[in-house]
């Protein structure tokens, strides 16, 4: 990994000039792709490590659940509060179901979810990676036989992958009960009601490429903090740096997908 | 080994649990679309369909029974639209049934209601064509709006050119508020009659005393009764 900090031969460090910043910029971007790359290559050939895997959706998924539940539910609250007043200038109150559920599901429940995964689950792969390189125990697994981007790598990634879109779904969930709950603060309407006029104006374009740019989303974030972990260097300050970038790069990705994916369904749909 | 039981346990927990709300969400949404309802097809022909689209709601005596299936250009000045009806509801709609383009709510989507016919006319059949009503188009508001807005600016027009005649004390009913002389005559006119009344009414009296009249008036008197 290359940063944007040179040291020299006496031991002091002066910041680059920023053509070599961006020289800088480019190897990293082509790392990255070479890592991915390896990824793919990897992913497909056996020995597949399912224990693994299972272990890691279990700790990136399942735990991740009830910061992420708390998130949902006070997204739905908060943007029922924040809509009712303008809705209610024009006599649309009957509207905040509808537009409040689309609101969630096409863009504040994914982008919402994978930012608050990218600070949780990128940060701590970034972290606990970089700590078994600057420790030297990828190195040692190699020693011993065991292919460790499989074994590390290919299982994060896999498991943040496969984990967002279903903490994504859950959370949807969670912020439409919260949005119920909003909407009953200062009016009344029946749950069966206010689920009726949810789905009422939902499509399958709006749940479909949502859920699909979540697959995106979890595995740009699991691909940079397994990408910043892995290739961690310069000891204990080199693990902070690749928590702390994983979180920061991912969270940047997450939006230029989420950018990318709202072009493409708009030209589909 | 009981620990990973248990943490597969929770996650495999998860997983279902999303998977169910997912699918749930899939299949609440797909079954708005009649997608998996049995359903039969009805079209209708419109010169302009008012910006309605594939997935609008068909309703029928005001209940969702349907969504708008395809749209099609037929000729340069028709549009054919197919509608996806739910099959439970087709022993209520007639072949007489007229579909007419309507706006959910002031602000709502654009939606097509079908208009019961007789109850006593045949059920319709699937890819039957019902009759269609040109919907009052938001341009033919305007264009009336238009119209009786012009009228409107006509008349305060008038009205300001009778006025200003008014205020100048022309005509009958501009001197009568402005022109004073006017006044004084009418209130003279007024008093001269009300004296020739009163002679008028004396000479009647008179007239009634003398003996060549009396006989007709107590003949008009006896008649009168």
């Known amino acids: ?269 | 080994m009981k620990k990973t039981t248990g943490n597969n346990l929770r996650l495999g927990l998860f997983v279902t649990v999303t998977v169910i709300l997912f699918i749930v969400g899939i299949y609440y949404i797909g079954d708005r679309q009649q997608l998996f309802s049995h359903t039969f097809h009805v079209s209708g022909v419109f010169k302009n369909i008012d910006g309605l689209q594939v997935g609008s709601n068909v309703r029928y005596s005001g209940i969702n029974v349907g969504v708008v299936g395809s749209i099609q250009q037929t000729t340069d000045s028709s549009v054919r639209v197919d509608m996806l009806i739910n099959e439970g509801t087709r022993k209520f709609i007639k072949t007489d049934a007229c579909a007419i383009i309507g706006s959910d709510g002031l602000m709502g989507n654009k939606i097509i209601s079908l208009i019961p016919g007789i109850s006593s006319a045949k059920t319709i059949c699937n890819h039957d064509e019902v009759k269609t009503i040109r919907p009052i188009s938001m341009d033919d508001i305007m264009l009336k709006v238009k119209t009786t807005a012009d009228n409107a600016a006509d008349i305060s027009a008038d009205l300001a050119v009778i006025m200003d005649n008014i205020t100048q004390g022309k005509g009958t009913i501009g001197k009568l508020f402005m022109d004073s002389s006017f006044a004084t005559n009418l209130d003279k006119t007024l008093i001269n009659i009300k004296q020739g009344s009163g002679g008028f009414k004396r000479n009647m009296d008179a007239a009634s005393h003398n003996f060549l009249l009396r006989g007709f008036l107590k003949k008009k008197h006896k008649d009168d009764k």
């Open chain 1, 1 to 269: 990994m290359i940063n944007n900090e040179e040291i020299t031969t006496n031991g002091s460090i002066f910041p680059l000039g920023w053509l070599d910043s961006l020289r800088v910029f480019f190897i990293e971007v082509g790392e990255i792709s070479r890592f991915t790359l390896r990824f793919f290559k990897e992913v497909f050939i056996p020995r597949y490590e399912f224990k693994a895997l299972v272990k890691q959706s279990y700790i990136i998924g399942y735990k991740s659940l009830p910061l992420i539940a708390i998130t949902g539910l006070i997204i739905g609250l908060v943007l029922t509060i924040q809509a009712r007043p303008t809705m209610a200038q024009f006599g649309a109150e009957s509207w905040i179901p509808s537009m409040v559920s689309i609101s969630i599901i096409r863009e504040m429940g994914p982008v919402m979810v994978a930012v608050i995964f990218a600070g949780k689950v990128g940060s701590g792969i970034g972290a606990e990676l970089a700590s078994m390189k600057v420790t030297e125990q990828i190195d040692a697994m190699e020693v011993s036989g065991i292919n460790p981007f499989k074994y590390l790598v290919v299982t994060r990634v896999m498991a943040t992958t496969l984990m967002l879109p279903m903490l994504v779904t859950a959370a949807d969930a969670i912020s439409l009960v919260g949005a119920y709950v909003g909407v009953n603060l200062k009016g009344s309407i029946s749950f069966h009601l206010f689920f009726l006029q949810v789905f009422s104006n939902l499509s399958f374009s709006d749940v479909i490429p949502a859920i699909i740019k979540t697959f995106f989303f979890g595995f740009s974030i699991g691909i940079v903090s397994c990408y910043k972990g892995y290739n961690a260097n310069r000891g204990t300050e080199g693990v902070g740096e690749a928590a702390n970038s994983a979180v920061v790069i991912g969270s940047l990705l997450v939006f230029i997908i989420d950018m990318i994916a709202v072009q493409l369904t708009s030209l589909i749909y």
